[in-house]
């Protein structure tokens, strides 16, 4: 079962157990036990160029847990009640992003590989990509 603790902000860090032996390294997460929400899609996220940064966008109403199985990335997580950054380098670790939350990647260090779980599938109109809209929905 995945161990969870909280940021600043409420923002909440996972991490799975990871199980080592002579063979390598397993870890395991499931729906609605180590991720809080059932899992509608998965996707994963390689090869982003140096210096370049992913998301930039909030989910109205889609939660996502995103770890970095392999290489590491920071994330920014803003809400209504600020921002927090999280910086993923551990492969059993990972963060929990709330629908409604401004999301942010960066610092992709090299061969990072990301793996999202969402909790509902894919619908453009369920992403905010404006920054200003974002803010004038969560703060009136």
């Known amino acids: 079962m995945a161990q969870e603790k909280k940021g600043l ?7 799975v157990p990871k199980n080592v032996d002579e063979r390598g390294s397993l870890s395991v ?4 036990v180590d991720i809080p929400f059932k899992v509608a899609r998965v996707f994963w996220i390689t090869d982003v160029p140096a ?6 966008h909030a989910h109205w109403s ?7 199985v392999a290489g590491g990335v920071s994330i920014a997580i803003e809400t209504a009640d600020g921002r927090e950054e999280v910086t993923l380098r551990a492969s059993n670790e990972g963060v929990l992003i709330p629908a ?3 999301c ?6 090299p061969n990072t590989v990301l793996v999202v779980l969402a909790s ?16 004038k929905m969560k703060n009136g």
């Open 9 to 15: 902000l409420g923002v909440r860090c996972l991490q």
């Open 29 to 32: 997460m499931e729906g609605g």
């Open 104 to 109: 942010e990647l960066y610092d992709f260090e």
């Open 120 to 135: 509902e599938h894919y619908r453009p109109e369920g992403y905010c990509h404006e920054k200003d809209l974002w803010y």
């Open 51 to 56: 210096g370049q940064r992913r998301g930039g």
């Open 100 to 102: 409604g939350a401004w």
């Open 62 to 68: 889609c939660h996502e847990a995103v770890f970095a």
